[in-house]
């Protein structure tokens, strides 16, 4: 069996135990649309089949999502969504049997708290990103409410698609937090915060941000980072332009629908041409009212290019954490040559580069022998230690373009991937819009030709 | 009763009865269920000369027996598919021409004609006209037949510097507006045989002929002008029509805004698409595996683009024209209705005068002839008003449909295209290698 069918078996079997309203039926089905369309592009295929990742072990969906009221840190009412994971273990099911899955409920600042634990913990890693904080690239009708249905819905599926991405990471996937908090509710957040990730999540914005300058970069991770930079500036552009044309498209098929209207008054005074006018005003009814569907399927697209924009940016941090960790190696080698300089000066009583001491010696006289050796002592201490640090450097420095260049490659190949299926699902979308265009027409005229 | 008449009816060799107008009108002879039987006919045959019920070889039509009237009603009905045997005057408009003089700059077109009626001297012409002499047609033709429909002109006044009257779009679109009306007077029963109409087809210098004319039948259009009658009553039927009328311009109004708001949605969708390619060429400049497939979307989109465009195109200069020339038509009818109401209203005024004087005599005179003449002419005028107006809305439901089905056509057209783009770069965007390809296809 594929893994879309048990994801597909779990959001029936969903749906079938709760008692709630049509609506959520109806959301079900989107959401089963989407997964279908996700599942059967194969990449949760291959996510499940990598060797000893926990979804192969593990099945996992965010099923639904709920309403919830409760005070928040500054003791005011306020209402916020939370989402139900539920987790199964696949050999449980390959027995033929069918159990409950374990559940519990998580809200989306939980998901950002473990997506920044994995930020920190693994910075050589492109670490997945979540669906967007706020409705953004929105196009007119669309909602940017963080309430609105639509949005819950579609975030329910981008995090699902989140903890899918997770765990089916080679490296990712065995973290034990991850696994925390996917399986157990209570006193999760404690844990995570007693790892102590906080301090390094702060320094790591810091580095993020900051500015300086790399002598030898890894060449490959510098156009990386340019790569980065294009991505997510492009994709950004695009979504901007897709919103304006739907908003446009939309305008289009709505206008048609006062066809329908002017139709119908115009066959009440005619006698031959009235049937002809009449159902060709349905069918022009119909032609306004099908660009909801087609625009709401349009939106899985953008979710998809959205995914992308925000792992560019994951992509960027790994890059620049690169060239701050080769910036620390630059920095450490280089204070290791002055000191050694320094070193060699006091030891040799040759003054090879302008120093401080150097100056003050010439003019207040050479210092003591006592003191010198002093100096020499302690700059002896700090060049072994810097020699230390420059071998930990250069070491950690290799480690992580090895760590980071296997992920950077594995996420390069999932990207082409992914976004070659998006844009075929898209042009699937459009052969379908035509489609539907023609035989609404085609109808029309079959009524226009009566008249 | 009307000064024309035309005498050439009889003899102009085998006329199809669809030529013929019914004085009742197909539908009401449909509701009837069988025409009016002759008598009436008979009685009128003074001075409904022209619509003279017996073929032109004089073989009166038995219009009692209900089979032959259901024929007869049937060839009236199948007015819409006049097979080239049955017509004998063919008219065409095209071959557009500026001409620049001193003066000034305007277009003539040619206007061809074939015919072998023999009120024509030859059986082919060919001349050429400006707008200037379709106006003075129409303007001849409404003077000279005031109870008929005269088909409208496209507009006249045209803002100079809105519009540029020299640009391919603008000519073509009015020459199929004076093809069309020149084919609708051709086709007309009466209006076809109208003697101004031979000049303009046939004459080799119509200025001249304009002139004359003017001379001539300056006095006629007086009489159908209003001579201050107030009319109490339209009668029903007429009434109808006037209201039909009213409603009618309210649809066409309606339609002709949605059709412009479609357009300008479509323009500015349009806009959009454009800048929405260029996005995907972009992002493929900066990809290796994506490259192919993302220029593939650029080109398909650029393709769509270019189809909406001819859409767009197409509806402003097939779509809207007919909308505001059938607005022109319904003001023509209008303005007939009225010409018609002012005759009845002068008869019956004459009438109720003579009514009052009639207390007066002591002999109970004969109707006064004027009177007399005043009811041929209400008579007269209602049944080719009737005959015109059935033919009209013949003339109407044919044009809308091919209007509308043209609408359906294009926009068909224009997804087809949009579809053809798309599964074209299908195979562009689908990686051979991959089994999903593989099993897409297989799965359609």
């Known amino acids: 069996m594929r893994c879309c069918d048990y994801t597909i078996q779990l959001i029936i079997a969903t749906n079938i135990k709760n008692k709630k309203l049509a609506n959520q039926f109806n959301r079900s089905f989107v959401a089963l649309r989407y997964t279908i369309h996700y599942c059967c592009t194969s990449s949760i295929q291959r996510m499940t089949h990598q060797s000893s990742t926990l979804l192969r072990r593990l099945e996992i969906s965010v099923a639904e999502a709920e309403k919830?009221?409760?005070?928040?840190?500054?003791?005011?009412?306020?209402?916020?969504?939370?989402?139900?994971?539920?987790?199964?273990?696949?050999?449980?099911?390959?027995?033929?049997?069918?159990?409950?899955?374990?559940?519990?409920?998580?809200?989306?600042?939980?998901?950002?708290?473990?997506?920044?634990?994995?930020?920190?913990?693994?910075?050589?890693?492109?670490?997945?990103?979540?669906?967007?904080?706020?409705?953004?690239?929105v196009w007119h009708k669309l909602s940017a409410d963080n309430l609105d249905p639509d949005f819950v819905e579609r975030r329910r599926v981008g995090l699902e698609n989140f903890l899918l991405r997770v765990a089916s990471h080679s490296v990712l996937s065995n973290d034990k937090i991850l696994y925390h908090f996917l399986t157990e509710e209570h006193e999760w957040k404690e844990v995570v915060y007693e790892t102590g990730f906080q301090a390094k999540a702060d320094s790591r914005i810091k580095a993020l941000s900051a500015t300086f300058r790399v002598k030898n970069p890894d060449k490959r991770f510098t156009e990386m980072r340019h790569?980065?930079?294009?991505?997510?500036?492009?994709?950004?552009?695009?979504?901007?332009?897709?919103?304006?044309?739907?908003?446009?498209?939309?305008?289009?098929?709505?206008?048609?629908?006062?066809?329908?209207?002017?139709?119908?008054?115009?066959?009440?005074?005619?006698?031959?041409?009235?049937?002809?006018?009449?159902?060709?005003?349905?069918?022009?009814?119909?032609?306004?009212?099908?660009?909801?569907?087609?625009?709401?399927?349009?939106?899985?697209?953008?979710?998809?290019?959205?995914?992308?924009?925000?792992?560019?940016?994951?992509?960027?941090?790994?890059?620049?954490?690169?060239?701050?960790?080769?910036?620390?190696?630059?920095?450490?080698?280089?204070?290791?040559?002055?000191?050694?300089?320094?070193?060699?000066?006091?030891?040799?009583?040759m003054v090879r580069t302008f120093s401080f001491k150097g100056m003050t010696n010439k003019l207040f006289g050479q210092e003591a022998p006592e003191q010198r050796e002093a100096r020499l002592g302690l700059l002896e201490e700090q060049i072994v230690e810097g020699e230390e640090t420059v071998k930990e450097k250069t070491s950690e420095c290799q480690e992580y373009v090895k760590d980071a260049w296997v992920d950077i490659q594995r996420f390069k190949e999932q990207k082409d991937r992914d976004l070659r299926e998006a844009l075929v699902s898209y042009a699937v979308m459009q052969i379908s819009m035509c489609k539907k265009g023609i035989q609404v027409w085609t109808n029309a005229k079959e009524c226009f030709q009566k008249m | 009763m009307s000064t024309v008449t035309p005498k050439s009816l009889a003899s102009s060799g085998q006329k199809p009865i669809q030529e013929i107008c019914h004085p009742l009108g197909a539908e009401e002879a449909a509701s009837a269920g069988v025409l009016t039987p002759s008598p009436d006919v008979g009685n009128t045959t003074s001075s409904i000369g022209e619509k003279d019920l017996s073929l032109p070889n004089g073989t009166p039509v038995e219009t009692s027996s209900p089979a032959s009237s259901s024929s007869l009603l049937n060839r009236l009905q199948l007015d819409d598919d006049l097979d080239g045997e049955t017509r004998d005057l063919f008219v065409t408009v095209d071959d557009p021409r500026k001409h620049v003089s001193t003066m000034e700059t305007y277009i003539t077109y040619r206007v061809a004609t074939k015919t072998t009626r023999v009120e024509f001297d030859l059986p082919e012409y060919s001349v050429r006209r400006r707008y200037q002499d379709f106006d003075w047609l129409r303007s001849r033709l409404e003077d000279s037949q005031p109870t008929h429909l005269?088909?409208?002109?496209?507009?006249?006044?045209?803002?100079?510097?809105?519009?540029?009257?020299?640009?391919?779009?603008?000519?073509?679109?009015?020459?199929?507006?004076?093809d069309k009306f020149l084919k609708r007077v051709a086709d007309h029963p009466v209006l076809s045989f109208n003697e101004h109409l031979n000049a303009f087809l046939s004459a080799k210098d119509l200025n001249k002929r304009q002139g004359l004319a003017l001379l001539t039948k300056m006095g006629e259009s007086v009489k159908y002008v209003t001579g201050g009658y107030k009319l109490r009553a339209r009668p029903m039927e007429f009434a109808a029509m006037g209201d039909y009328l009213d409603m009618f311009t309210q649809k066409l109004g309606t339609i002709d805004r949605i059709a412009q708001r479609i357009i300008k949605e479509q323009s500015e969708y349009l806009v959009e698409l454009r800048e929405y390619a260029p996005v995907y060429t972009t992002w493929a400049a900066s990809e290796a595996a994506l490259q192919e497939p993302l220029e593939g979307v650029a080109g398909c989109l650029a393709s769509c683009s270019g189809a909406l465009d001819e859409l767009t195109e197409d509806m402003s200069e097939d779509f809207l024209p007919v909308l505001r020339e059938y607005v022109l038509y319904v003001e023509s009818m209008k303005s007939v209705l009225k010409k018609r109401d002012n005759v009845q209203a002068e008869y019956e005024a004459k009438l109720e005068a003579v009514a009052f004087r009639k207390e007066e005599r002591t002999t109970a005179a004969a109707v006064p002839t004027d009177v007399e003449k005043c009811q041929d002419r209400v008579e007269c005028f209602n049944a080719d008003l009737k005959a015109d107006w059935d033919r009209w809305q013949n003339n109407k439901r044919q044009d809308f449909r091919q209007l509308l089905t043209g609408m359906a056509d294009h926009n068909i057209h224009y997804y087809e295209k949009c579809l053809a783009a798309w599964e074209s770069v299908m195979p562009l965007l689908q990686d051979p290698q991959s089994p999903e390809a593989r099993s897409d296809s297989e799965k359609d």
């Open chain 2, 150 to 178: 005269i088909p409208p002109l496209p507009e006249k006044f045209v803002m100079k510097g809105v519009v540029d009257r020299f640009s391919e779009e603008f000519v073509e679109t009015r020459r199929k507006a004076l």
């Open chain 1, 227 to 349: 790569y980065s930079d294009e991505l997510q500036s492009i994709t950004s552009q695009l979504l901007r332009v897709r919103a304006r044309v739907a908003d446009r498209l939309y305008g289009v098929y709505k206008v048609h629908g006062n066809y329908g209207r002017v139709f119908s008054e115009w066959s009440a005074i005619e006698k031959e041409m009235g049937d002809g006018l009449q159902s060709a005003g349905h069918h022009m009814d119909a032609y306004a009212a099908s660009v909801d569907d087609i625009l709401e399927e349009e939106e899985h697209y953008a979710d998809q290019l959205k995914e992308y924009l925000f792992y560019a940016e994951a992509l960027r941090a790994v890059c620049r954490k690169h060239e701050l960790i080769q910036y620390e190696l630059e920095t450490a080698s280089s204070d290791l040559v002055s000191k050694k300089h320094q070193r060699e000066e006091l030891a040799t009583g």
């Open chain 1, 68 to 137: 919830r009221t409760g005070k928040n840190t500054v003791n005011m009412q306020e209402t916020f969504t939370v989402y139900l994971i539920e987790t199964r273990p696949i050999d449980a099911i390959t027995d033929g049997h069918n159990p409950a899955p374990d559940s519990l409920w998580r809200r989306y600042s939980e998901f950002e708290l473990l997506r920044n634990y994995l930020l920190v913990t693994y910075p050589f890693i492109v670490v997945p990103p979540l669906p967007e904080k706020r409705a953004e690239f």
